[in-house]
Structure formats: structure tokens, C-alpha cells
């Protein structure tokens, strides 16, 4: 008995057209449905681009705008006004807007004071200015400065639009 080289085995494929047919046709629908939703977005994405107004509106009628000339873009517009109260209390307000005029509120404010003829020898702050109730954009807080002289106000935005603005106001014993 001679033996010869023993072949390999191998299943026969059990055909199932059905099975197949459904496979292939789900991948094929999927990949058209798929491929024909991102075409519809790319569209709708480019007439949206061509149809919108890039210039912002303008103010409302009834809108007044601030002093202060207007910011670069991603700036915001920060009008400052410091009073001495008496002592050596000053009054700081601050009204705060976008570069389009509108009130900036919810916004992060902070208060620096720093004597002028001392740099950085009476700093004072950050104090948190608080919005003024009724007055959209407006912050207000009161800080005691520590002697006699002219000083330097720093309002600064934190967020949502960093920015900085800076006024002077002449401390001495009497108000004015």
C-alpha cells in the first residue's frame, strides 16, 4: 500500500445568495445615504456663506453710543469715570460694550488703583466692580486709595472680551 501525500480539506461554501445580496445592498445604501447627506450639508453650508451679511447690523435707533472711539475687533469698548467722594474714597463706573455699541453685560470686571507718582508702591485691587441694577453694561465699586495724590484707574474685562481702560482722578482731603 502506497500512500500518497494526503490533501488538504476543505469545507465547500455553503451558498446563500439571500444573505449576501442583503449585505451588499445595506452597505451600498449606506455609503449613497451617507455620501448624499455630506453633499446636502457642503450645500446648504456654501449658500448659507454666500446669502449672510458679514457687516454687523447697525445700533438701534434708540442706542447711545459710548465716548469712547471704537475698539479694534475682539475689543471691547470700555468708558471710564472716576470721582473722589471725599477722605480718600473714590467712586469708579465704567460702561462696557461691544464694538457694535452693545451693553456688555455678565461680563468679569476688575478695579486696579496705582498712584501715579509711586508706581506700584500703592496698588490696589483687583476689586471686583459689580453691575449696576437697571443699567446694561455698566459696572460700579467704590475703593479706598491709601493717601493723598493723583491716581491711576485701571478697568479691566476679564471675560467674555478681554480689555483694559485707564482713567485719572485727583485725591486730596476735599472732594472736587
Known amino acids: 500500500m502506497t500512500r500518497t501525500k494526503a490533501t488538504k480539506r476543505t469545507r465547500p461554501a455553503r451558498p446563500d445568495p439571500a444573505g449576501q445580496?442583503?449585505?451588499r445592498a445595506f452597505r451600498v445604501?449606506?455609503?449613497?445615504g451617507a455620501g448624499s447627506g455630506l453633499t446636502a450639508a457642503t450645500l446648504i453650508t456654501a449658500l448659507a456663506f454666500v446669502v449672510t451679511d458679514p457687516v454687523p447690523a447697525p445700533p438701534a435707533a434708540g442706542a447711545v453710543p459710548s465716548a469712547t472711539a471704537p475698539a479694534p475687533a475682539g475689543v471691547p469698548g470700555i468708558h471710564v469715570v472716576a470721582r473722589h467722594l471725599g477722605d480718600l474714597k473714590v467712586k469708579v463706573e465704567a460702561q462696557v460694550s461691544t464694538r457694535t455699541y452693545d451693553p456688555l453685560g455678565r461680563a468679569s470686571v476688575a478695579l486696579y488703583a496705582d498712584m501715579v507718582a509711586m508706581p506700584m508702591a500703592h496698588r490696589t485691587g483687583p476689586i471686583t466692580m459689580a453691575e449696576v441694577p437697571g443699567k446694561a453694561g455698566w459696572y460700579a465699586?467704590?475703593?479706598v486709595v491709601p493717601m493723598v495724590g493723583e491716581y491711576d484707574i485701571q478697568v479691566s474685562v476679564q471675560r467674555p472680551i478681554p480689555g483694559e481702560a485707564h482713567a485719572r482722578v485727583r485725591v486730596g482731603t476735599q472732594p472736587g
Open 21 to 23: 445580496t442583503r449585505t
Open 29 to 32: 445604501g449606506f455609503l449613497v
Open 141 to 143: 465699586a467704590e475703593v
